[in-house]
């Protein structure tokens, strides 16, 4: 049951947050934006920190991931999630999308810093592989040629690829992959720590 409340973090480019159809709902369900044909109410974004503003009750970054630039702003309790990072800093954020005032912007769930630069390679591959050629200031950019990520790539793959709505065991995934188990189980234990995936029960996780 718990697991059907959860609302999948989408990957997306920030373009498509700022660009694409947002629709507003009345009542509890969640506004969202239209993307590909899914109802986007929660993303998933690696991007470079490119501004920031800090005060006693409010706090603010601005991130960019090639497509475009957005604000993420918190208030309350979320401005401890924004503590810590700095302009230069590239992080993984779930967010919920919000718009006010003609604006767009960001509300942070989960804030974690990114230190191998490999992983934006390996979101930009995966947003290009789902979304196709990126068009920016009217000029369309070819898929990037990224440094082959190897285990993870192939960790991540065999995960989509063989979850059939329970998630993939990860028993499995060390048989199918066909390296070392403690090199899987490190390599699984990343994925996690980075919200590529979640453990959806016992021994088996779920691509997000």
């Known amino acids: 049951m718990e697991e059907k409340k959860r609302q999948t973090a989408y990957k997306i480019w920030i373009s498509n947050i700022l660009n694409d159809k947002f629709i ?3 009542g509890w369900d969640p506004n969202f934006i239209e993307v590909n044909g899914y109802k986007v109410a929660r993303v998933n974004i690696i991007a470079n920190v490119i501004g920031k503003y800090q005060a006693d009750n409010y706090s603010s970054i601005v991130l960019d991931d090639g497509s475009s630039a957005i604000r993420v702003k918190a208030w309350g309790d979320d ?3 924004l ?3 700095n302009i230069g800093d590239i992080i993984l954020i779930i967010a919920r999308p919000k718009e006010f005032n003609n604006e767009r912007y960001l509300i942070p769930e989960v804030v974690k810093k990114i230190k191998d630069p ?6 930009k591959a995966e947003l290009f592989k789902e979304f196709g050629k990126l068009e920016i200031n009217g000029i369309k950019h070819e898929e990037e040629n990224p440094i082959i990520l190897g285990e993870k790539q192939k960790i991540l793959n065999i995960i ?3 979850d059939k709505g329970e998630g993939a065991k990860i028993e499995d995934i060390v048989y199918i992959s066909g390296i070392n188990e403690d090199d899987v189980l490190k390599t ?3 994925l996690l720590q980075w919200g590529e995936i979640y453990e ?3 021994n088996h996780v779920k691509v997000i």
């Open 24 to 26: 507003k709902q009345e």
């Open 79 to 81: 401005i401890k999630k």
């Open 83 to 85: 503590e810590s990072v």
């Open 118 to 123: 490999n992983w934006e390679l390996l979101r």
């Open 160 to 162: 989509e690829k063989h």
């Open 188 to 190: 699984i234990k990343e």
């Open 200 to 202: 959806n029960k016992p």
